[in-house]
């Protein structure tokens, strides 16, 4: 979890002469959870094609990430240097990647958005009145009602994607910028005021470092609602990402690589929020 | 007290706030010039309106009548020669001590490793040399005031101006924090004007003290306290300490008590709720 507060870092973990009982427990979960995946493969309670044993999701994880089976044509230029080429690379790298840059786009025009609305409803009691309510109710709509809309608007392309991926983010980090200004303490302002600083300085001085933990767990709430966004976006009607994978191995009823994508997303998924939790305490 | 101009005029200000019960009369022609090197203490029991004069004085807030001159030039705004010290917490808590300090210096546009020279003199005179690296929240109350005080000294001030700014500490921190007051009043002959409703601390420190009158805030009247310089806390024990004390609370014991019966008719009133 994100460890709060400003220097306190977290406690060194007691040095045991083996794992810490909380690290035992976490491998006994993980170690029971294939143990008893395993058993319902091979007991055949379910059908095989559905649960599949772990060597054959194994085997078509190590396909997925190991065999090149696409030509990913690479062309990059600096300066006089050039680098254009085409690499045989696994396919999942390439959807992967495209994925990667919906959700990134997303993540840069929601969040911008989100981050420019709130400042603006924050400093302005009767906008945040007059629009608050509005984004409240918003907020927890389930955002795919609108793909077919974004489609329309947008193609089906990736553009429809990072138009669902905005549209997600956009909400929680408008929500919490707006509230986390109106936190701020009324004395930092007036000190800032005191040492007459202009607006900009007001804003990169005061505002946003005093802000920093709610426009961070906004961004962190919303690059999850952005991943699955987008992610649902693919898997409704796409030729490409990582959701396209997923249901692609769904129609082909390929269930190993389909748990294989699953579980390769996981860990994705899981670097992505470490990496903006490690932002929070900086 | 050297006889030149002086530094700060206050001239017949008067502010008023609307409230749900009418109009209320904060501050009323309250006058009185601050000369340059002098410690003038503004008393008064709570909501005499010395915290609305302070923000008046510092430009935080305006709509008033009358004006402030400022080594004459008339107050429109936070004035450049103007520095101020809070009543509440008001360090930066993602800022280290030393960047805390350095605030100004930064905002000023000073290069780094020479504000951060010129933070440390800062750091050393209130007494916190060796924290510099701190965060505030591993600081004590009465540390943290300090490091307000440090920052807001480095954009060395003509004027400094603070409101109540050991409030919140306990009574022996808020002595020895006088005493650094002292001295550091003693090595930069620092102007300084004090909101205080704390009567040992105006007479520990002052030059002179202005009382205020309770609701509508009028100068009751201005006491010159002429104990001898350098001071230390240990004037607290001395006889003129106790008769200065005991003439200042003579006057502000009328409008104390006002305020309180004040209070006790609005909690009777309202049940009470605040209005």
């Known amino acids: 979890m994100a460890q709060t507060g400003h220097l306190t870092g977290v406690p060194a973990p007691a040095a045991g002469p083996w794992l810490s009982p909380v690290t035992r427990l976490r491998v006994a979960i993980l170690l029971t959870l294939l143990v008893t995946w395993e058993a319902v493969a091979a007991s055949g309670i379910l059908l095989r094609e559905v649960v599949p044993s772990v060597v054959v999701i194994g085997r078509s994880l190590a396909e997925l990430l190991f065999h090149p089976d696409l030509k990913w044509p690479v062309d990059i230029g600096m300066g006089g240097l050039r680098f254009a080429q085409q690499l045989w690379v696994p396919a999942f790298y390439w959807h992967l990647y495209v994925t990667v840059m919906e959700v990134a786009t997303a993540l840069v025009i929601g969040g911008f958005a989100g981050l420019a609305v709130g400042l603006a409803l924050g400093a302005n009691p009767f906008l945040s009145k007059a629009f608050e309510r509005y984004l409240y109710y918003l907020g927890p709509t389930p955002k795919i009602v609108f793909f077919p809309v974004m489609i329309m608007w947008f193609g089906v392309g990736p553009e429809s994607k990072i138009a669902m991926g905005t549209l997600s983010c956009f909400f929680p980090i408008v929500l919490s910028a707006a509230s986390g200004m109106r936190q701020i303490e009324g004395v930092l302002i007036r000190v800032g005021r005191s040492f007459r600083l202009n607006t900009w300085q007001m804003v990169t001085k005061i505002y946003l470092p005093a802000m920093r933990e709610p426009i961070v767990n906004g961004v962190r709430l919303g690059m999850g609602v952005a991943m699955i966004g987008t992610l649902l976006a693919e898997t409704k009607l796409s030729n490409k990402g990582v959701g396209f994978m997923i249901i692609d191995a769904y129609n082909t009823f390929d269930m190993p690589r389909m748990y294989a994508v699953l579980l390769t997303l996981f860990v994705v998924a899981i670097g992505a929020n470490a990496l903006v939790g490690r932002a929070s305490r900086g | ?275």
């Open chain 2, 1 to 275: 007290m050297p006889t030149a101009e002086p530094i700060l005029v206050v001239e017949n200000i008067v502010k008023r706030f609307e409230t749900q019960d009418g109009v209320l009369t904060a501050v009323d022609d309250v006058s009185f010039n601050v000369m340059p090197g002098e410690f003038l203490s503004v008393i008064g029991p709570s909501g005499c309106g010395k915290s609305t004069l302070f923000n008046v004085m510092g430009g935080l807030l305006d709509g008033y009548e009358g004006r402030v001159m400022v080594g004459g030039d008339t107050v429109r705004g936070p004035h450049a020669s103007v520095g101020m010290i809070f009543q509440e917490e008001s360090t930066f808590p993602w800022r280290t001590v030393v960047d805390n300090v350095a605030f100004p210096l930064e905002i000023a546009g000073m290069a780094k490793t020479e504000r951060i020279e010129r933070a440390r003199h800062f750091i050393d005179l209130v007494g916190l040399d060796g924290f510099e690296r701190r965060y505030p929240a591993e600081l004590s109350g009465g540390m943290r005031q300090r490091v307000s005080m440090a920052r807001t000294l480095a954009s060395e001030p003509k004027i400094l101006l603070m409101d109540e700014p050991f409030a919140a500490l306990d009574e022996q921190t808020r002595l020895l924090l006088g005493d650094k007051v002292l001295q550091i009043q003693e090595e930069l002959k620092q102007t300084t004007l004090l909101i205080t409703h704390n009567l040992t601390e105006a007479v520990q420190l002052s030059d002179r003290i202005l009382v205020m009158t309770y609701r509508p805030g009028r100068t009751k009247r201005i006491v010159e306290i002429k104990l001898p310089r350098p001071r230390t806390s240990e004037v607290v024990g001395s006889d003129d300490f106790g008769r200065y004390g005991a003439q200042i609370w003579a006057e502000l014991r009328e409008e104390a008590s006002k305020g309180l019966q004040d209070d006790e008719s609005r909690v009777a009133r309202d049940g009470g709720r605040r209005a």
